[in-house]
């Protein structure tokens, strides 16, 4: 078939086979007038499937939302098969899985799946977290937590050290204080700030190691250091600018910030951004109209804003010392809220009950 009416036409069971070209040229067999034929993308029919999943695989990670995947899903038919092979789906960022609890739907659980089992850390992570947390099937969301941290993933890391410390999905007993403590440790070589905070605790109190109020003071430290670091590298005017705001850090007590035991206080800071499972639990719940204070027989939220963490049993989470009202999952949690919100709300309630006690010591006010 040659000449100026000859042309190489792909049949459709060979353009359906994976590894084959798929292009309509010109006479001479050239690539020069490649054009679109019937449900073809020009130039991208004379692109080997391999090449195009390689540019499928770059655009999803980079993909800050499943939508700027799903578009060029959408584009074709051959677009939304090479869209979901497992190079594409392993290379996703985390933008590119986040879901919201609003849009959860069984298509959304299936796209997680489909992205853990191909590998990929922050689907497993967040799909393990919402199975565990939400869905309450604790062997399988835990399974998929484990399988991240196995990889490093830091997040999970931490959040499995929670799960351990505090027991969750299972009786009280079945905590894991060593095992905690490890998971802490892993999490904080690769840079978790929350962890190390957490270590520098368990190992000045004793908690689940061997006692050292020396090394856990530097595991605080450290702590407060990398957050005011952070804190410092975030502002507009960069790290620079920054070094000369040490003196917005409030001193508390006779100490400062980086001795203190809940990091460091700057004025005009950012929100702590919550991660995008803890986001998803926050909303979940929300919506479910799960009080934070606790309720008659629901579940109690930990009281950090941004953890959205449940109760997994009845007082499964810590109380603070002084009031006893709010609950947290973790100590990273309760310094966080402290810095916030609750030191204000903690002290003026710890003032209120020392007047009352004094008043009652008096006999003008009798607190049953």
Not at 272 to 277: D, K, L
Not at 322 to 345: D, F, N, P, T
């Amino acid at each position: 078939m040659g000449g100026r009416h000859g042309a190489r036409a792909l049949s459709q069971q060979d353009g359906e086979a994976c590894g084959k070209w798929r292009r309509t040229a010109d006479g001479d067999g050239s690539a020069a007038s490649v054009v679109a034929h019937a449900g073809g993308n020009g130039a991208f029919d004379a692109l080997h499937d391999e090449l195009v999943v390689s540019i499928f695989a770059d655009v999803a990670a980079s993909a800050d939302s499943p939508a700027d995947l799903f578009a060029f899903m959408l584009t074709c038919r051959r677009f939304r098969e090479l869209g979901q092979n497992k190079p594409v789906l392993a290379r996703a960022s985390l933008g590119c899985v986040t879901v919201r609890a609003g849009a959860w739907c069984d298509d959304a659980h299936r796209f997680l799946l489909r992205c853990a089992y191909a590998g990929n850390v922050d689907a497993s992570y967040l799909l393990g977290m919402i199975q565990f947390y939400c869905l309450k099937s604790r062997r399988s969301g835990s399974a998929l937590i484990v399988a991240a941290a196995l990889r490093g993933h830091a997040e999970a890391l931490y959040s499995l050290a929670v799960i351990h410390f505090n027991g969750s999905g299972r009786s009280k007993d079945a905590r894991n204080l060593l095992a905690g403590v490890q998971l802490c440790a892993r999490a904080a070589l690769q840079g978790h700030n929350d962890a190390l905070r957490e270590l520098g605790h368990c190992v000045s109190d004793g908690y689940g190691v061997r006692r050292s109020l020396s090394c856990g003071r530097r595991l605080l430290i450290q702590a407060n250091f990398r957050e005011l670091c952070a804190t410092f590298a975030t502002r507009v005017t960069g790290f620079a600018a920054g070094l000369g705001l040490v003196h917005e850090c409030k001193a508390l007590g006779t100490h400062m910030c980086l001795l203190s035991d809940f990091g460091c206080q700057i004025t005009g800071t950012a929100v702590h951004r919550a991660h995008a499972a803890n986001a998803f639990l926050v909303e979940w719940f929300t919506s479910r109209l799960v009080g934070v204070g606790g309720g008659d027989g629901a579940p109690r939220l930990c009281s950090q804003p941004a953890c959205g963490r449940p109760e997994t049993r009845q007082h499964e989470f810590r109380r603070c010392a002084m009031c006893g009202v709010v609950i947290y999952c973790s100590r990273a949690c309760q310094a966080l809220h402290w810095k916030g919100a609750h030191q204000k709300e903690c002290i003026r309630r710890g003032q209120w009950l020392a007047t009352v006690n004094v008043n009652a010591n008096d006999g003008a006010v009798v607190v049953p």
